[in-house]
């Protein structure tokens, strides 16, 4: 007979937090995407901390680009700013069998969607001065929602310099978003 294994319970506690800062909301969102379903609360807020805790440098969360973001603030205050996102609908806690993990809700996932395609952005036009490559290979299965929202910021950006990078995608990457990128090359072309 198996025994019955009972959730670990959360309480969320604001700690009185009404509002918080813009870039402090993308942080937290930010910080959250190497955990998301893998981890909970406890361990985006080390990130956040920038903790040397053994688990974050084992699973290189360390990398992350806020992370320390609150190195400032001790865990108990990040924790609340943590608990007051899931209260307003930012994250969410699903259970996989007893342990509470974080995932994004369809309003936090909208916001890092946008931060996470600038981020992109930025390290694509590093990828015009230096011709490498290489991040072109992690584009491949990636969310398709954000990468045509990439592919769209591109498009505005009306810069023919990112058509070599375009081509090279393009041999990378799956049929519908070889597509994609097909239209923002010749409307970039078009644009010259």
């Known amino acids: 007979m198996s025994r019955k294994r009972r959730r670990v319970l959360v309480y969320l506690d604001t700690g009185g937090i009404k ?17 998301i379903s893998s981890g909970g609360r406890g361990i985006l807020a080390k990130i956040l901390k920038g ?10 969360l360390n990398e992350s680009p806020v992370y320390g973001y609150f190195k400032d603030l001790s865990i108990a205050d990040i924790t609340s700013k943590i608990d007051w996102m899931i209260k307003e609908h930012y994250l969410r806690i699903e259970y996989d069998f007893r342990l509470p993990l974080l995932v994004y809700t369809e309003r ?82 078009l644009g010259e």
């Open 51 to 60: 903790s040397r805790d053994k688990k974050v440098l084992e699973h290189k």
């Open 108 to 189: 936090g996932w909208e916001i890092e969607k946008d931060t996470y395609t600038d981020e992109l952005l930025s390290k694509m036009k590093d990828m015009q001065r230096t011709l490498n490559f290489d991040l072109l290979d992690t584009f491949r299965g990636r969310n398709r929602a954000m990468m045509l929202l990439l592919l769209e910021k591109i498009r505005k950006s009306k810069d023919a310099r990112y058509i070599p990078i375009l081509e090279e995608w393009k041999k990378r990457d799956y049929k519908k978003v070889r597509q994609a990128i097909a239209e923002v090359i010749r409307e970039l072309q």
């Open 19 to 35: 509002v918080l800062p813009q870039d402090e909301i993308r942080a937290i969102l930010r910080a959250a995407d190497d955990i």
